[in-house]
């Protein structure tokens, strides 16, 4: 099984930057699309950004222009760099993950982390 861990949430005014990364943490697998995802009060989950194994990478409507994901494959991590937030970026900010046993052609399995909270104050 994989674990995520996350980091670089927390507080900011309108207008700010903030930088989450998410390290994919387990040994004998390999890494698919990596992505992000938020969830707010009273709202479904939803895709933010998503990158693949080929680097070719997706956006929400929203956060394009803004947001831009990257992924570091030796380090397997993934990071979403966010700039000129907004208060309706405000979310539990969700890292994941596909994976699949080395040597595998197994189906991708899916990880995810923790949770990072990002507040943006106008």
């Known amino acids: 099984q994989v674990q995520l861990v996350e980091s670089g949430g927390g507080s900011v005014q309108a207008g700010g930057s903030l930088r989450l990364s998410c390290a994919a943490i387990?040994?004998?697998?390999?890494?698919?699309?990596m992505g992000w995802y938020r969830q707010a009060p009273g709202k479904q989950r939803e895709l933010v950004a998503r990158?693949?194994?080929?680097?070719?990478?997706n956006y929400v409507d929203s956060v394009k222009g803004r947001f831009t994901i990257s992924r570091d494959i030796a380090k397997r991590t993934v990071y979403l760099q966010m700039n000129t937030l907004k208060p309706e970026d405000t979310a539990v900010y969700y890292c994941?993950?596909?994976?699949?046993?080395?040597?595998?052609?197994?189906?991708?399995?899916?990880?995810w982390g923790q949770g990072t909270q990002v507040t943006v104050s106008s």
């Open positions: 990158i693949t194994d080929g680097g070719n990478t």
């Open positions: 994941n993950t596909q994976w699949r046993v080395i040597g595998t052609q197994s189906p991708y399995a899916d990880s």
């Open positions: 387990g040994s004998t697998f390999s890494i698919g699309a």
